[in-house]
Structure formats: C-alpha cells, structure tokens
C-alpha cells in the first residue's frame, strides 16, 4: 500500500498562482501512476492531471492544459500540480490518487490523499 498527503491549497485571487503536493510513504512511490482530481461543490469528482511512474508521459484535462502542470519527483516521493493563471471555477478539493496505470477514469486509482482546499476568488 501507499499513503498520500496532500497539501499547497489556499485562497488566491484569479490570476494567481498555487502549487500543490502529494507526499507517499508505505510501498515504492515510483511503482506508481499519478493522478489529481478535483471536485467542486455540488459536483462529481473530476479528472485534472496524471503523470506515468516515470514521468515520461502526462495527461491533462481541457479546461486545465497549458495552465496547470503535473510532475513527480521519485527521489522526494513527492507529486505536485503547479496551478497558474487560475480562475473562480478552479475553486475545489483537490485530491491526488496513485494507480498501477495513468488513466483519466478515477476507477483506476487504488489509493487516495485527503484532499486540500483550493479556493479562487474573482
């Protein structure tokens, strides 16, 4: 198994910038494919981002490629997700999960952080 800690939310006004971490501890952080969600208030949970085990390939979501960017650093045990030029409809939970495959369906993430708070006002 793995555990994942998320951190890095806040409040930003749009137009601002915010990078969020997922720290894993427990088995081989490298062994696995990365994933961010996020779910809004009211709504279903969403695919943002993910990155392969090695970081060779990424996936984004439309309403996030060219602003926001994943990476992973296996040496740290860390994923991030740098968030730019954010606007009011980014406001969500973000959660990172870890896969044995990088996939966009949630269904394929085996484990998942807590969450963290990112909140964009207008």
């Known amino acids: 198994q793995v555990q994942l800690v998320d951190s890095g939310g806040g409040l930003v006004q749009a137009g601002g910038s915010l990078r969020l971490s997922c720290a894993a501890s427990?088995?081989?952080?490298?062994?696995?494919?990365m994933g961010w969600f996020r779910q809004a208030p009211g709504k279903e949970r969403e695919f943002v981002a993910a990155i392969s085990w090695s970081g060779s390939s990424t996936y984004y979501a439309n309403s996030v490629k060219g602003r926001f960017t994943i990476s992973r650093d296996n040496a740290k045990n860390t994923l991030y997700l740098q968030m730019n030029s954010l606007k009011p409809e980014d406001t969500a939970v973000y959660y990172c999960a870890a896969g044995y495959k990088i996939a966009t369906n949630e269904d394929w993430y085996d484990y998942w952080g807590q969450g963290t708070q990112v909140t964009v006002s207008s």
């Open positions: 427990g088995r081989t952080f490298s062994s696995y494919a």
